[in-house]
Nanobody, 124 residues
Framework: QLQFVESGGGLVQPGGSLRLSCAAS????????IGWFRQGPGKEHEGVSC????????YYRKAVQGRFTISSDSAKNTVYLQMNSLQPEGTTIYYC?????????????????WGPGTQVTVSA
């Protein structure tokens, strides 16, 4: 059964960095993308970044452009999200998820196989 697990969250000071990992167990056939989302209390999932594993195309939410970098390591079945210059508004739970599509999307509706999430806290 295909599963995803996020890791790398934690407490970081404003201006600091974290690298989140999304590790997949099981094989995936065909086109697919991996997306990173975040969800604050009482809010819906918000698309942060995604990568098309097939084409390498990427997407970044405007608020994180220039600070976050998404990458993938096929040999390790892992997608990373390098987050730099983190600010307190970035405090929330981050999730990764799979979409069986060639092109990635910032909208959560098409994504399946969500990980349990990892908490990121940005605070002095």
């Amino acid at each position: 059964q295909l599963q995803f697990v996020e890791s790398g969250g934690g407490l970081v000071q404003p201006g600091g960095s974290l690298r989140l990992s999304c590790a997949a167990s099981g094989s995936i056939l065909g086109y697919y993308t991996i997306g990173w989302f975040r969800q604050g209390p009482g809010k819906e999932h918000e698309g942060v970044s995604c990568i098309s594993i097939t084409d390498g195309d990427t997407y970044y939410r405007k608020a994180v452009q220039g600070r976050f970098t998404i990458s993938s390591d096929s040999a390790k079945n892992t997608v990373y999200l390098q987050m730099n210059s983190l600010q307190p508004e970035g405090t929330t739970i981050y999730y990764c998820a799979l979409e069986l599509s060639r092109h990635c999307s910032a909208y959560p509706s098409g994504y399946t196989h969500w990980g349990p999430g990892t908490q990121v806290t940005v605070s002095a």
